[in-house]
């Protein structure tokens, strides 16, 4: 059965924003070749995207975190597999993330890259959502501040499904 999604944000407005955070990462690190670092599955689509709208040399490297399991709201654990070791000694790092939610994921991530020694370290989400923030982890870049809200597409999924969307929809569960 085909769902009726609610749009929150077009596909317009999201490369919109997608432009203004490239601008300001090639501004903030162009001139040396950056690690992006995508956190799968959600961020997939919005890094795609980013990177292609940067102008900065990139190399790209993905990681799988999670701490959704089939529900709306985070759960008490972070699931992070991060695979093999990666070459982040004296490079600077762009970890690229779909929402910054609790905190943790980011927080989490960026504390196992400090480990590996990079030069630096910069963030950038999509979306924020300040409103269950667990961790004081933010986001060096972050684009569209949301509620306490469900959301799906553009990445984003609703139990696996609708991250082929190319807007987001707000969930009316």
């Known amino acids: 059965m ?8 077009s596909a317009d407005i ?3 924003i997608v432009r203004d955070l490239a601008r300001a990462i090639d501004r903030d690190l ?8 995508t956190v799968l ?20 490297a993905y ?14 654990t972070l699931q992070l597999d991060t695979g ?3 070459e982040l000694a004296g490079r600077d790092v762009l970890i690229v993330d779909d929402i910054i939610d609790t905190g943790r994921t980011l927080g989490e991530l960026s504390e196992v890259f400090r480990g590996w020694g990079p030069r630096s370290i910069s963030t950038v989400a999509l979306i924020n959502r300040t409103s269950r923030r667990e961790a004081a982890a933010e986001a060096t870049y972050s684009g569209l501040d949301i ?6 597409g553009y990445g984003l999924d609703w139990d696996e499904a ?5 807007f987001i929809a707000l969930a009316n569960p």
């Open 2 to 9: 085909a769902r009726a999604h609610t749009v929150l944000f």
């Open 14 to 16: 999201i490369a919109g």
């Open 30 to 37: 162009g001139g040396s070749r950056v690690v992006v670092v």
């Open 41 to 60: 599955k959600g961020a997939v689509m919005f890094s795609s995207d980013l990177v292609r709208a940067m102008t900065t040399e990139t190399e790209l």
């Open 63 to 76: 990681v799988t975190a999670s701490s959704y399991a089939g529900g709306f709201t985070p759960g008490a």
């Open 84 to 86: 093999a070791e990666l």
């Open 147 to 152: 509620d306490d809200e469900f959301i799906y």
């Open 162 to 166: 609708h991250r082929d969307l190319p």
